[in-house]
């Protein structure tokens, strides 16, 4: 158990819909990172935080937004879904601000779009 | 831009033996962190090492060992009398270190199926 939290465990919605991922760093983490896992793409940076300022974007589309707020949680909104966001989301956490630290990943959330 | 190359897309061996999972990385940083995490079918993602770029020493860790070669930009891992437990897809990933703006990098992943 890496102490990371991400709920819920599974998500099937429809094509238009708006989702929201919660995830909860390690106690102590600052930062925040979430990723997509798609078959296709494979292990995609979206987006990360760190007490709870943006830091780095990655390929993350505009109708996906993020935002870490003061107790340090951090919630992924996805909306206007369509079938290819179908993937496994994962958050992590890290100590520190800089990626060179290694990063704690959670159990993933598992978005099937339909 | 920093990329990660891991070729073997699926291996296979049989219980107990040993097996390499290749990385080779690019970057034009002369500083910068390496990583290798391990999903297994459960889905998550736990991490197994981290290793600088000023390090060359292998490093074990029980059944596991790491090969940094910096002249052939590869960072190989090994695990010694594989077991079934071990089945798994295995990441290699890279970042230079900085102020927080640059993403971590994996590659593709090497799945690996041990038989038992």
């Known amino acids: 158990d890496s102490g990371v939290t991400q709920t819920p465990k599974h998500l099937i919605t429809a094509t238009g819909q708006r989702v929201t991922l919660r995830c909860s760093p390690r106690s102590g983490d600052l930062s925040v990172y979430w990723y997509q896992q798609s078959l296709d793409q494979g292990l995609q940076f979206l987006i990360h935080y760190y007490n709870g300022e943006e830091r780095a974007k990655g390929n993350i589309l505009e109708r996906f937004s993020a935002q870490q707020f003061p107790d340090l949680h951090s919630e992924l909104n996805l909306s206007s879904l369509e079938l290819g966001d179908s993937a496994l989301y994962f958050c992590?956490?890290?100590?520190?601000?800089?990626?060179?630290?290694?990063?704690?990943f959670g159990p993933g959330t598992r978005l099937t779009v339909t | 831009a920093q990329k990660v190359t891991q070729a073997q897309t699926e291996i296979s061996v049989v219980e107990k033996e040993d097996v390499t999972l290749d990385c080779v990385y690019e970057t034009r940083d002369t500083t910068y962190y390496l990583f290798w995490y391990k999903q297994p079918p459960s889905g998550e993602l736990v991490f197994l090492i981290r290793?600088?770029?000023?390090?060359?020493q292998n490093e074990i860790s029980g059944r596991y060992s790491w090969n940094f070669q910096k002249s052939t930009s590869s960072f190989n891992f090994t695990i010694t009398a594989s077991q079934v437990v071990d089945s798994a897809v295995y990441f290699c990933a890279l970042t230079p270190p900085n102020s927080g703006n640059t993403p971590l990098v994996f590659g593709k992943g090497t799945r690996l199926s041990v038989i038992a």
């Open positions: 992590a956490s890290s100590v520190a601000l800089a990626e060179t630290y290694e990063q704690y």
């Open positions: 290793r600088n770029s000023f390090d060359e």
